[in-house]
């Protein structure tokens, strides 16, 4: 072998490249229609929606590269593959540098970071229903949804270790459960009463910060009646991994009859909570 | 034996013997816990459950820790909140209540709820609710549904428990109630009042700690 063909790619190349190609092509139309419908987060809310689409596309550009490494180790196994015991202690050929493939793995990636930076703060931004996400405490008005104004808003109420809610526009009803109407914007104020935790509707893709002291304002639409969890996602104590509260979307006529069913249920305690305000900060602290 | 294979040899001795030594320490950290308590059972599919809240537990690692104890169908209290009852079953709680009030961070859980006629047995009166400053500890079962407020005895009350286990001849309240148990499972139960005396808030120490006012509900089938 004289120098010059050591210094050449290897021949199966061209073949790895023309085999990744035809995998690609048939590979990635059938994960995004077979495999995006079934990433997380689902389809349960607006929001949900739009990370799930966001996930398709991912891993849309993910298969490719991932055929195209499992190529590239398998032909090596194969090209590489000592079948001397001797001459596989020996160096292989000397490896030199090509401008050609410089410029293009260059290219490629900055094309894909360039490409998935440009996308994710597009897809960030909250859109027509909202990203899902803590805005923090007063959200600037273009990360507003566009029906904010006539968003249901709920407090989430964080506390070791379990969730409640409150209901403003009901009296100020706090519950256990969380429900919601279905296709109704709905203002979630996300705080805590003790430590840091993080309310993670799953299914809705909402996912915002519980801070003592203070609100996390996060907007969602839900469009599917159906039943969930919410978790905690910060550790938060002992019990943290216990931290769950049920969620139910039901109709808008089935909520109203469940507020009603509320309002007499927690009648008695009513007049001992205090009068709503974002921030839940509840005495007495003294004990400690 | 030449001296480098008797120090290789001693070299993976002392390396295995210190991978067990980390691994009975994690497993024996992990694996202890106070020893369960049985409720006693009381009739078909009914069974009996006795606590007592102290302010001081009195003895032991942490005695100026608040605590739960449990009682054994012997009648013997034990510090224990591991408590072992039958499933699909009513449960009959007694709890004494020796600790004065503390108040509760979340009023909400002043309402008695996932009982039977969702209410409470106060030194044989029922209550619907109880002012939230005037609960001293709770016992909830979340998962179960289950919160019961337990009132304080007062601040001025002349012969207050001084540690654990306290005794019937000493200030107290006693309350009861009845819940139901579903499914054989682990459930936690802890107390949502913010009561550890000496730590932020007061959510730490004995709020963090199963066996004092942390447990776990381990509901058994037959």
Redesign the interface.
């Known amino acids: 072998m004289s120098s010059d063909d050591r210094l050449k790619p290897p021949p199966e190349l061209r073949r790895i490249f023309w085999i990744w190609l035809v995998l690609s092509v048939i590979a990635v139309p059938l994960v995004v229609i077979f495999v995006g419908p079934a990433l997380p987060p689902g389809s349960a809310s607006d929001a949900a929606h739009g990370q799930q689409q966001d996930n398709t596309v991912m891993v849309a550009i993910v298969v490719p590269i991932m055929i195209g490494l499992l190529l590239y180790f398998i032909g090596s196994l194969i090209r590489f593959r000592s079948k001397d015991e001797v001459d596989g202690l020996t160096d292989g050929p000397a490896t030199a540098g090509d401008p050609r493939v410089m410029v293009l793995w260059i290219s490629v990636t900055f094309v894909i970071v360039l490409f998935l930076a440009a996308w994710g703060a597009y897809e960030l931004f909250p859109g027509e229903d909202g990203a899902g996400g803590g805005l923090g405490s007063a959200p600037i008005s273009v990360a507003l949804p566009a029906d904010a104004s006539s968003a249901l808003p709920v407090q989430v109420i964080g506390q070791q270790w379990t969730w409640t809610y409150r209901y403003p526009t009901y009296g100020g009803l706090e519950t256990t459960e969380l429900v919601l109407p279905v296709n109704q914007e709905v203002r979630f104020s996300v705080t805590s009463i003790d430590v840091i935790h993080s309310f993670w509707a799953i299914n809705l893709a909402v996912k915002a910060d519980a801070v003592p002291g203070t609100t996390n304002v996060a907007f969602v639409k839900p469009v599917r009646e159906e039943a969930s969890t919410i978790r905690c996602a910060e550790l938060c104590g002992l019990w943290h991994g216990h931290m769950t509260s049920r969620l139910r979307v039901v109709s808008p006529a089935a909520f109203r009859v469940w507020i009603a069913h509320e309002r007499a249920k927690w009648a008695p305690i009513q007049r001992y909570l205090p009068p709503y305000k974002p921030t839940y900060a509840p005495e007495p602290t003294y004990r400690g | 034996m030449s001296a480098r294979r008797v120090g290789t040899i001693l070299a993976a001795v002392l390396v295995l013997g210190g991978g067990v030594a980390i691994g009975l320490y994690v497993a024996l950290f992990l694996e202890a816990s106070p020893p369960p308590v049985q409720a006693a059972i009381v009739g078909p599919h009914q069974a009996a459950l006795e606590l007592q809240t102290v302010a001081e537990v009195g003895h032991g690692e942490n005695p100026n820790w608040v605590s739960y104890y449990s009682r054994t169908p012997g009648h013997k209290w034990v510090h224990s909140t591991i408590l072992r009852v039958p499933a699909h079953a009513l449960i009959h709680v007694t709890v004494y209540q020796y600790d004065s009030a503390?108040?509760l961070?979340?009023?909400?859980w002043?309402?008695p709820?996932g009982l039977v006629g969702n209410v409470m047995f106060v030194n044989g009166v029922p209550v619907?609710?109880l002012?939230?400053?005037l609960a001293s500890h709770t016992f909830a079962i979340?998962?179960l549904?289950v919160s019961v407020p337990l009132p304080g005895v007062s601040e001025e009350a002349k012969n207050p428990c001084s540690y654990a286990p306290c005794t019937l001849a000493e200030a107290h309240n006693t309350i009861t109630f009845t819940f139901r148990t579903g499914d054989p499972g682990k459930y936690?139960w802890?107390c949502?009042?913010?009561?550890?005396?000496?730590?932020?808030?007061?959510?730490?120490g004995p709020?963090?700690?199963?066996g004092y006012m942390?447990g776990e509900l381990e509901v058994q089938g037959s």
């Open positions: 503390t108040g961070r979340n009023p909400l002043g309402q709820r619907k609710v002012k939230p400053e979340p998962e549904g936690r802890q949502f009042v913010p009561c550890a005396a000496g730590f932020i808030f007061g959510f730490g709020m963090q700690s199963i942390d």
